[in-house]
């Protein structure tokens, strides 16, 4: 079963994300807490527009799925520039969840 790390701050998020990934998701508070938690999962989900996020991106080394307003364009394109394997707007990421999950 994956383990996931998720750095989502808003709790409509979080809560569409706990629907989908139940008990294998775990929230942290800040971006350094992912960068720790990320040793012992699988997977790190990851809102792009919280600040601090393109910093953590080079230092985890798990597999990462970020997703932000199809609008930040130059966000989307700098997350991948950091090692974020998939890049995707809100919209796609909530819409495709339980298969990026899967």
Same mark, same amino acid.
């Given at each position: 079963?994956?383990?996931?790390?998720?750095?989502?701050?808003? @709790?409509m998020?979080? +809560?569409?994300? *706990?629907?989908?990934?139940? =008990?294998?998701v775990?929230?942290?508070?800040t971006? /350094? !807490?992912?960068?720790?938690?990320?040793?012992?999962?699988?997977?790190?989900?990851?809102?792009?527009?919280?600040?601090?996020?393109?910093?953590? @991106?080079?230092?985890? +080394?798990?597999? *990462?799925?970020?997703?932000a =307003?199809?609008?930040?364009?130059?966000l989307?394109? /700098? !997350?991948?520039?950091?090692?974020c394997?998939q890049?995707?707007a809100?919209?796609?990421?909530?819409?495709?969840?339980?298969?990026?999950l899967?």
């Amino acid at each position: 079963m994956t383990r996931i790390v998720a750095y989502v701050p808003d @709790l409509m998020d979080r +809560s569409r994300i *706990s629907a989908a990934a139940g =008990s294998r998701v775990a929230f942290v508070a800040t971006p /350094a !807490a992912l960068a720790e938690a990320a040793a012992d999962t699988d997977l790190a989900i990851v809102d792009l527009g919280r600040p601090g996020v393109l910093d953590l @991106l080079p230092k985890i +080394s798990i597999s *990462s799925i970020g997703f932000a =307003s199809h609008v930040d364009r130059d966000l989307m394109a /700098a !997350a991948r520039a950091a090692g974020c394997d998939q890049v995707l707007a809100r919209s796609a990421f909530f819409a495709r969840l339980g298969e990026l999950l899967a």
